[in-house]
């Protein structure tokens, strides 16, 4: 059985889409039960709309929710021991839930996550892993936002945890790994970048296997399982993929409605368009994992509809029913073990170097 708290009130639609995404997947998920926290007056009447959930279900009411536009430091003040994104993350503290599902404010779900579950004693901070769509198939990106800026032995971290996502989502026993650069030349990018390829290189580690450096188009090109990165120009990328996403999207709408002759051509080629929009459909790739805790921790997307955080909850299904904690910690270890005479203190000053 997968226990699985639910911080019900999280998102911009809160308890219609987080509700109907239970039970959506509750249809094709087995051994599954869910633990829903939220303020009793919005869920009570959601919960009655889906009787099926009854079975497989336990409500606990909160105090209070976690709302969109709060700081993480406020969020964590007002909301500890209150609000149902902290009870849910609770859950998962206190062996009650084995993976904790919100569509909240990212920066309070990151703070109540690493203050309630402290990070892994082998992981030195943490990083949000996102899916993303390629030409291939997907890939594991990460960091997306959790910190900005990272070191060597921290980028690292994140190959070691980003293959270890990959593993546990899609089976692939050694994932391609490739560090996120200005270019692909060894000489090229910031120190710790270098410094971080030097060191996959020679380590040679069990569950991945290094490609070395890829660009920015390399992403969507699919070129390796698992790109790395820093949080600051990985957050860049996602919202820049985004934004070009819907721009393709609206260019083609105006497009095809410009003329006549425009419209047929959209009618006889409508199969290829519903093609490129359930590959490009962000509902279908939903749910970014946050990695280096102990405790396993999906963040949705706050404007996911029902299906996107259905497949928030997918995700989070599969990362515990392939331990992903306990592969992830195995592969900390054997890094860290051999960490220091991969660096000395002088290596880690040099941080900004930089060739372009």
Not at 79 to 94: F, L, P, T, Y
Not at 181 to 189: D, F, I, R, Y
Not at 307 to 320: L, N, T
Not at 328 to 347: V, Y
Request: aromatic share 8%; charged share 25%; proline share 3%.
């Amino acid at each position: 059985m997968i226990r699985i708290s639910v911080d019900v009130m999280g998102g911009d639609y809160g308890p219609e889409a987080t509700i109907a995404g239970a039970s959506i997947v509750k249809k094709y998920l087995p051994n599954i039960h869910f633990l829903f926290y939220g303020v009793e007056e919005a869920v009570k009447p959601v919960l009655k709309k889906y009787p099926c959930l009854a079975a497989v279900s336990h409500f606990y009411p909160t105090e209070s929710y976690t709302r969109m536009d709060e700081k993480p430091s406020q969020a964590l003040r007002n909301g500890r021991g209150k609000s149902s994104m902290w009870h849910a993350i609770e859950a998962v503290k206190n062996g009650e839930a084995d993976v904790c599902i919100s569509a909240g404010n990212t920066g309070a779900l990151m703070a109540m996550s690493y203050f309630c579950l402290k990070m892994m004693a082998e992981a030195e901070r943490p990083g949000i892993a996102g899916i993303w769509p390629t030409l291939r198939s997907e890939s594991i990106v990460l960091d997306i936002g959790a910190t900005i800026g990272a070191s060597a032995s921290q980028l690292v971290d994140l190959a070691v945890m980003g293959a270890g996502m990959f593993r546990a989502l899609y089976h692939t026993e050694k994932p391609s790994v490739g560090l996120l650069n200005v270019g692909v030349e060894e000489v090229k990018g910031l120190y710790a970048i270098k410094k971080a390829g030097m060191i996959l290189r020679e380590v040679q580690l069990e569950g991945l296997e290094y490609k070395g450096f890829v660009e920015g188009n390399d992403i969507g090109k699919g070129t390796v399982d698992v790109v790395v990165t820093e949080g600051f120009s990985g957050n860049i990328a996602l919202k820049t993929a985004e934004g070009t996403a819907r721009q393709i999207g609206e260019i083609l709408n105006t497009a095809v409605r410009s003329s006549l002759l425009s419209s047929l051509g959209y009618f006889l080629s409508r199969g290829a368009f519903r093609t490129l929009k359930q590959k490009m459909d962000p509902d279908r790739v939903n749910g970014g994992v946050l990695l280096g805790l102990n405790g396993v921790v999906i963040k949705s997307h706050g404007g996911a509809n029902a299906r996107g955080f259905a497949s928030a909850i997918r995700v989070g299904y599969k990362m515990v029913n392939n331990e992903l904690l306990k592969k992830i910690t195995a592969d900390l270890r054997r890094f860290h073990e051999n960490k220091e005479t991969l660096f000395d203190k002088e290596d880690e000053a040099r941080m900004n170097e930089e060739t372009i």
